[in-house]
């Protein structure tokens, strides 16, 4: 199946929810000139098509391989990733002083978003990178920048972030790997890592020249929990003082994970000092390594919530290619009773024009979103907080549109849609992690209610939340549906924040996380139907506000039904 970048309806995004333009005009973006941002989103969208995409398939057939701690990636790829890197697709948003090109975040999240879209899987690849220069440039030493963030910039070596154990899934304080300091010979100074860590995506390949491991550990002695926790660089290979690669860390890759889907991304139980000779050195200051991973994780959640818009993209491009030239009965009704393409019957209709507005919101969302996180950079701390309140929204809708709007291409194919060989199967399998990883869709839904929630604007408890809402529904007031979700959403904040127990809350947490997402997505989707007039941006945002934004209000009732229906059972009772 041929792939086509949804180059249009990113440029839509990019001027009118991040506002670029806007941003252009700050001293810092000024590069980002209309010209550029459109030769970097056909550029990406080009290369993504003809290097990425094809290789899509391969990878969920053949998926990687790991022998004798080697993990090898299916063929293709290895050149694939070379060609991103010398065309310097990675760098796009680094820091100048480290080679990046300085550019909006929102620049660098259409190149990851037209490279997912292409190929889900091999995509993580750079988004974990992106992760580690983050982390790297916010909490890092002038040493530690100088010699890892240019090679991580270009992509030459990549990035992983260590968090996951077995028994510290979710609960990330429960980790116990081991950092014990070095205090004489060649090494003092840094620490021996010990600890094995499940999950790791690209923990192991050959396709970078070195791979940084970030690896939060404890210290000796270190607080129970998370408040105990530093974060180390573990290099694969050690990095001399003049910036070459020497020799190889204690480091291995044990084996890599059976998935139902991303089958090109390498999912790898990893183990750090097998011989008492694995060497790190702290980022940051003791005990501050949940802070770091924080940074590396605001970023992370935004990129895989654009997952979620990634593979909904591919899946409706499938599907809506499938329903023009499968052919069956004639429409209903008609007078010639001729055989039409399925595209024509309104339950398809009905399929289609869902899966593109759940599609196009997300990807409104994604955009308004990285354009909150641009400003943040420039100073602007309203809009960097107002990025943190988003994001927990747009990874957990967004992920679960994903899985959905995939599901819908499915039904698109009928039967065919069951059977590997269109695709559309392997589109649900991959979309199926998002909700999952970089913090459960519960777990971003527990942070909106609770941390999120509380956030204040002009001295008020709440106010940032209530703010969006309320800025919302003053400008969707011509949009009924609209307005009124935002009106909902906040009567329900406020409840949670006036009288809800933290059990409501939390058990309202996940729908009421979707009815403020879809109200920012429709009032985004609003915003984009004024700009362009577009007729068929029109079209989908009616259905949007007709359809998809009702059924978020729908969800009020079960966001304020509180915790104690949940619990009128006991947990034995319960999982009889
Ligand atoms: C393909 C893949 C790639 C991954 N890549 C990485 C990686 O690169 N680096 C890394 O460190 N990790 C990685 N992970 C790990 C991933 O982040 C974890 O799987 C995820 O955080 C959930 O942890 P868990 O699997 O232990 O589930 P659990 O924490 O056991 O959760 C199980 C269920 O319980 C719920 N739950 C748990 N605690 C709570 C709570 N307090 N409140 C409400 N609900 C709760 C969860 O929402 C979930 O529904 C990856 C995982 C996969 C499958």
Redesign the pocket.
């Known amino acids: 199946m041929t792939f086509t970048p949804p180059t249009a309806d990113q440029l839509l995004a990019i001027t009118v929810c991040a506002g670029l333009d806007e941003l252009a005009g700050s001293e810092r973006f000024a590069a980002a000139t209309p010209d550029l941002v459109e030769a970097i989103v056909e550029g990406i969208g080009a290369f993504a098509a003809g290097e990425w995409a094809p290789l899509n398939r391969a990878g969920d057939v053949v998926g990687a391989q790991c022998k004798d701690g080697t993990v090898s990636l299916p063929d293709g790829y290895v050149d694939a990733y070379k060609a991103f890197v010398e065309q310097g697709w990675g760098s796009i948003a680094g820091p100048q002083e480290h080679g990046g090109q300085g550019l909006p975040f929102t620049l660098a999240t259409a190149v990851l978003e037209t490279l997912g879209a292409a190929n889900m899987a091999f995509t993580?690849l750079p988004i974990?990178t992106v992760g580690a220069i983050e982390a790297l440039d916010h909490h890092g030493s002038a040493t530690q920048k100088a010699l890892y963030l240019p090679r991580l910039i270009s992509g030459e070596w990549s990035g992983?972030?260590?968090?996951?154990e077995p028994q510290?899934?979710?609960?990330?304080g429960a980790l116990r790997t081991t950092a014990t300091p070095i205090n004489d010979g060649p090494h003092a100074g840094k620490y021996r890592i010990s600890g094995t860590?499940?999950?790791?995506?690209?923990?192991e390949h050959e396709a970078a020249e070195n791979i940084i491991h970030l690896v939060?550990a404890r210290l000796p002695g270190a607080p129970e929990g998370s408040r105990g926790i530093s974060l180390f660089i573990v290099p694969k290979f050690h990095v001399e003082q003049d910036g070459s690669i020497g020799a190889r860390n204690d480091v291995r890759c044990v084996s890599v994970?059976h998935?139902m889907g991303?089958n090109a991304?390498p999912?790898c139980v990893m183990s750090y000092g097998d011989n008492g000779e694995c060497i790190g050195e702290m980022v940051g200051h003791e005990n501050g390594g949940l802070r770091a991973m924080f940074t590396m994780m605001n970023s992370a959640r935004i990129n895989v919530g654009s997952q979620g818009v990634q593979i909904a993209e591919r899946a409706l491009q499938q599907a809506s290619a499938y329903a023009r030239d499968r052919v069956q009965s004639p429409r209903a009704g008609s007078a010639d009773k001729a055989p039409v393409a399925i595209i024509e019957h309104p339950d398809v209709r009905r399929l289609l024009m869902r899966m593109r507005a759940l599609t196009e919101g997300s990807r409104a969302l994604l955009y308004y979103t990285a354009g909150q996180v641009d400003r943040g950079t420039l100073g602007d701390q309203a809009a960097q907080q107002r990025a943190e309140l988003l994001v927990p929204m747009l990874k957990a809708w967004a992920t679960d549109i994903g899985c959905e709007v995939a599901s819908l291409g499915i039904q698109v194919h009928g039967g065919m849609g069951f059977v590997e060989e269109t695709g559309a199967a392997q589109h649900y399998r991959d979309a199926r992690?998002a909700p999952?990883?970089?913090?459960?869709?519960?777990?971003q839904a527990?942070d909106l209610v609770t941390r999120k929630l509380a956030y204040e604007r002009d001295g008020v408890r709440g106010g940032e939340l209530l703010a969006l809402m309320a800025q919302i529904a003053a400008e969707m007031e011509d949009v009924p549906e609209v307005a009124a979700l935002a009106k909902d959403a906040a009567a329900i904040a406020q409840w949670m924040l006036d009288t809800a127990s933290l059990d409501d809350k939390?058990a309202g947490s996940v729908p009421f996380t979707t009815m403020c997402a879809v109200a920012v997505a429709g009032w985004q989707l609003g915003r984009q139907s004024r700009a362009s007039g577009l007729d068929a941006k029109i079209a989908v945002t009616k259905f949007f506000n007709r359809v998809i934004v009702p059924e978020a209000r729908g969800l009020g009732s079960s966001a304020m039904a509180g915790a104690a229906l949940l619990y009128a059972i006991d947990a034995e009772t319960l999982a009889r």
């Open positions: 993580l974990l992983t972030m260590n968090l996951t510290a899934g979710s609960d990330v860590k499940i999950y790791i995506t690209f923990g939060l994970e998935k991303i991304s999912t992690i999952i990883y970089e913090g459960t869709n519960g777990i527990a939390l």
